[in-house]
C-alpha cells in the first residue's frame, strides 16, 4: 500500500505491466491492486489494459472484481479492446455460482461501451428470468442502465415488459429494485421527452407494493413508498386504505423510511375527508419527527427542514413539543438555526415563558449570526403574540445593555419592527435606543433608528439634532439610510415646523443635487412638490395610517408548500424550492415561468379580489402613502438599482407573471423580511397610483386622481407577494 | 440517485473514488476539494452547485460524500453515508485514514455491493460478511450451492438471517442502554430532560427462533392514548430493528420478530416523561473583579445506595483569559485543560446518595477590550449500571422454535450521559 502515495517513478506502468504478466498469481493480484490504487488518485493507469484484461478469467472473485472495476473505468476509452472481454462475461452469466452471474450482468451494464452493449441483451434476457432472486434483482437494476445508454435497446427487447411483470415477483428485494429501475427510467423518460406513461402505479400494482413493503428492506421500502407516493387514487376508500398500510413505518429505525411514509400519508390525507382518520394520522405523526431528531446532525437537518415545511401546512403537529427543539450547546449551526426558526412557528402564549428565557440564552453565544437570529426570534415572538410583548420588549432591552455592538444593532432592529406593530405602546424604550446612537454602525440598525426617531419625532426633545447628525453625513450614507433619514427628517417638519425648517431644506437640497440614488432623489423631489404645494396633503400622506404587521404563517406560496410537501426528504424540500430550480439548467428558465404562474393562478385571482377591496375602500391619498415602513426593509440600492435598470421582460420575470411594465416599481417595495406580507397590497397600490401621475417630473395636482378604477387599469394583475418573494429566492439560486 | 460515492482525507486528497452513473466526471472530486474541504466556512451539509449537490458527513478526519444530480432523497443519502460508515466500523475497527487506505480493495467491494447504479441494496451487516469477507475468497470454494443459500438469504424475506445456524448453547443477551439527555438553567429548573434508549440484543439462537418481547406491565407507548396512569413508564416513540413485525405492532403493540444472528439493535425509544435524573449538580459561580471566577460545584447522586455511577466526567468551562485554575476536591482529580478552557474534573466512583463538593478559583489576566463570557454550560458524563432513568425494565423474551429448545436469556441495564447531560450557570 505504500505506493498508494508515493511521488510517481519513472516507468511505473512499465513495472506494473511487467508485474500483471508475473507468473506468480499473487504477483498478479497485488499489481492489479495498485494498478487500482493508482487509478483512485486520478493517475492514467489505462495504457496497462491488456495487461489487465488478461487476468479476468480467474476463479478469485476478489480479483475477478477489480479487474471489473478497472474496466468500468476504462471501458470507454478503449472500447476496442473491450470487445475482448465480452466473451468471459458472456460465459460468466452462465456460472453454476449466482454471485458470479450477477457480478457479470451488474459490471456489464456498468461498461458504457457501445461495442459491448450489443452482447448485453441476450445475458440480460435470460438473468431477468434466473431462478435466483439476487441475480434478478441484479437484473432489473441493469435494464435502466441500458436505458441510459441506449433506449432503444430496451424497448425493442421487451425488457420494459418484463419489467412490469417483475412487480409480481415473489420476492421482495426483486420487486423494491424493479421499482427503482421503473422509476428511474420513467424519470429519464420525461426528462428527454420521450415518453410519460412508463410506470404508471396502478390498482394492481399498488396491491402489490403494499405487500412487498412490509417485507423488503429499508431502501427498498423508501422505492416502493416513493412509488405509492405518486399513485392516484380513485376514491376516499382507497385514500385510507393506503394511509393505513404505510403508518407502521412510522416505526422504522430508518430516517428516511420514515419521511418517506410521512410523505405518502400527506399525500394520501388530500383525498380523505373523515376528520378523524386526518386527525389520528396527524397525531400518530409527532413522535416519529421528534424521534427524527436523535440521529446524526445531518440526518437531523433534514429532518428540520422537513418538519418546517410540515409546520406550515398543519402548524398544530407538534404544538405541545416545543422544548425538544430547544438548541443544544453542541448542535452544528445549520441545526440550531432551524431549531429556532420551528421553536417560534410552535411558539404561543403557554409556552412563551419558556422559549424568552431559551432565547436570552442563546443572545449570548459566540457565533454571531446564531446570536443575530435569536434576537431575531424574540421579535418575531412579540409580534406573534401580543401577550408577551411586553416581555420580549424586556428580554430586548437586558440585551441592549450588555452593549455588543451587534447584539445592540440587531435589538434596534427589532425594536422597530415591534414599534410597528404596536405603534405607541413602548415609547418608553426610545431614550435607551437612543442612547446607543453612536454604536450604531450597520445600514439595517440605523436606518431602523431613523424611522422610530421620524415617527416620534414629536415625544423625542431632540429629535432635530439626532436626524441632524445624519443630515450631515448624508451622502456617506447607504440608501435605505438615506431614504430614512430622509422621510424621518419629512415627518418631523410636519410635527414641529418651526424648529426644522432649516433642516427639511437641507436634507431635500442634499437628497436632490449630491445624491447618485435615483430612488432618494426621485423621493425627495416628491416630498419637496408635496410640501410646496400642499401641506396639508403632505401630511395625510406622510402621517397616513398603515396596516399592522403580522408574522406570515408561510414562508413560500401555498401552491408551492404543496408541491414540496409532496417531495419530502428530498432536496427540494430541505431548500424549500421546486427541483427545477437546482436540477438541469440551474436556474428557472423564462419558459418556465408562464406553468408556475398557472400553478399560481387561484392564489393571484385571490390575491387581485383582496386587492381590489383594499382599493376601494380607502381613500386616494392613503394609496399613495410612500413612506410604507417595508422599505426600510427593501433589497440594498445596487438591487433597488437593478430592479429600475430592468427592462420590462425582465421586470416581468421580477413580479410574477405582470404584464405591465410599470409594475417592476412595485419591485422596490418588494422584500423577504418577516412581516411585510399583509403590507403589500397597498404597497402595490402605491407604485400603481404613481403610475397614473406620469411619475417622473411633470407637475402634479395636490390630491393624486388616483382612484380605484384607475388602480384596476394600470394594474391589471397585481403581483401577488410570495411569488415575487419566490422569483427572488430563485434568482438568488440562479448564481450557482 | 447516488451518482458518485467518494472518501477524502483531511487535505482533500481522494482515497476512494467510485462513479456509479455516468453523469458525473471523476475531476468533480476537485470541485469538492476547493468548496467543502479547503473552505473555513462551510456551514451546511449539502453543498448544491449548479446541479451537482454533495452531501458530506465527516467521520474522524475523513469527508465520506455522495454527489447526486438529481432531486435527490437527502434523507437517504445522509442515512446511506452513515451505514457505511458502519459497516466500515464493523469490518475494520474503525475508520480513519490509514484503515481506509489499507483496505481499499474491501472498500470497493463493498460499496459496489451496497450500491448498484446509485440505489442502496442490502447492507445488512451480518449478510454481507457471509460473502464479502477479507481474505480472498476463491469462487471454487464457495460452492455454488452455497452462494445460492447466501444470495436467496440476502433478497429474501429475513434478509438478515440465515437459517442454517446452530448453537450448542441457546443463548440471548439483552442490553438496555439509557442515555439521558438534560439540560438544567441556571435556577436549577429542567429545560428539558429526555431519555433515549436502545436496546441491543445478542441472539445467539439455533435455527429460526420466533421471539416475543415484553415490557413493563404499565407502560404507555402512545402518549396520546394514555389516560391518566400517575406511575407508568410513558415512551413517546419507539422504532424497530427491521426485523420487527411493525403491522404487528401497529394493531396489537405486540413486539414480535426472528432475531439476526448476533449482535443488533432491536429498538430504540424516547421518553420524555417521570424521568429520574441520576445525577444533580449545582453549581455556585461567581465572577470577582475581573481578575477570578470562584466555582463550588456539588455534584449529588440520586438512586439507590447499592448501586453507584462510574466514569464521571465534569467538565466546568472557564473564561478564555484563564491562566491558572485552583481546584480542591475531596476525591478524584480535577485538572485545568487550557486547550479547551474547562476544569475536567474525573471521578472513577460515586455511591448512590452521596454528595461532593469541587471548590476552585480561576484566575484571569488581564485583557484590553471586555468580551462577554459566553458562560457554556458545565458538562458530565458518567454510568450507571443496572438503573434506568426511564423506569423501563424488561419483563420478558420468550424464544419459539420448531426444536423445541430451552434458552437462557440475560439483562443488563445501563443509564448514560456523554455530552448532552448539561447545566447552565
New interface residues.
Partial sequence: ?AT??APPRKGENFELSADLNSEYRDKR?DAI?RV??NM???KDVSGLFPDVLKNMQT????????VY?YLMNYAKTQPELVILAVNTFVKDTD??????R?LAI?TM??L?AEKIIDYLCDPLQKCLRDE????R??AA?CV??LY?LKPELVIENGFLETLQEMIADS????VA?TV?ALT?IH?AAIANGSATDIFIVSNTVLNKLLIAL??????GR??IL?ALARYETQDERESEHICERV???F??????V???AVKVIMIHLRGVRSENLIKQMI??MA??L??LL?N????Q???LRDINLLLQKRPDILSSEM??F?C???DP??VKVEKLDIMVRLASENNVD?LL??LK?YA???DVDFVRRSIKAIGQAAIKIDEAAERCVNVLLELIN?R?SYVVQEAVVVMKDIFRKYPSTYEGVIPTLCANLDELDEPEAKASLIWIIGEYANKIDNADELLGIFVDTFTEESYPVQLQTLTAVVKLYLRKPDSSQGLVQRVLNTATKDCDSPDVRDRAYIYWRLLSTDPGAAKSVVQAHRPAITLPRTTVAPALLEELIG?I???????HKP?ET?????RIGADALPRKGTDLEDDQSTARKAFQTVAAGQQAENLLNFDDPTDTQQPSGLAATQVLAATPAAANLLSGNSSNPLDDLVSIFGNTGMGSTPSQPPGGGLSAGFGGLSFGGAPVSPVPPATPSVLQASSPAPPQPPARQQTAEEDLLGL? | MISAFFIFNQKGEVLISRLYRTDLKRSIADVFRIQVVSNSDVRSPIITLGSTSFFHVRVNNLYVVAVTKCNANAALVFEYCYRFIAIAKSYFGKVDEESVKNNFVLIYELIDEINDFGYPQNSEIDTLKTYITTESVMSTNIAAEESSKITTQATGATSWRRNDVKYKKNEAFVDVVETVNLSMSAKGTVLRADVEGHILMRAYLSGTPECKFGLNDKLVIDKNERGSLGDAVELDDCRFHQCVRLDEFDSSRTISFIPPDGEFELMTYRSTSNIKLPVKVIPTVTEIGTSSVSYVVTVKTNFSNKLSATNVVIRIPTPLNTTSVDCKVPNGKAKYVPADNVVVWKLPRIQGGQEVTLSATAHLTSTTHRQVWARPPIDIDFQVLMFTASGLIVRFLKVFEKNNYNSIKWVRYLTKASGSYQVRF
Fill in positions: 500500500m498508494m502515495r493480484k491492486k487500482i490504487a483512485t488518485v486520478q476463479d478469485d472473485l476478489e480479483q475477478k472484481k477489480l472495476l456460472d453454476p455460482n449466482p454471485l458470479v450477477a451488474r451494464g456498468c458504457r435466483n432472486p439476487y441475480v434483482k441484479t437494476l435502466a442502465k441510459d420476492n421482495p428485494m426483486v429494485n427503482a428511474d424519470e412490509n417485507e423488503c428492506s429499508e431502501w423508501v422505492a416513493n403508518v407502521p413505518q416505526q422504522h429505525a430508518n430516517a428516511s420514515v419521511l418517506a397525531r400518530k413522535p416519529p421528534v424521534t436523535s446524526p446532525p445531518e440526518v437537518w433534514v429532518a422544548r425538544v430547544f443544544k450547546y453542541n449551526l445549520y419558556a428565557s431559551e440564552e449570548s453565544e459566540v450588555t455588543v417531495e426528504s428530498t432536496l427540494a424540500s430541505v431548500y427541483a437546482f436540477v438541469g439548467r440551474g450557482f
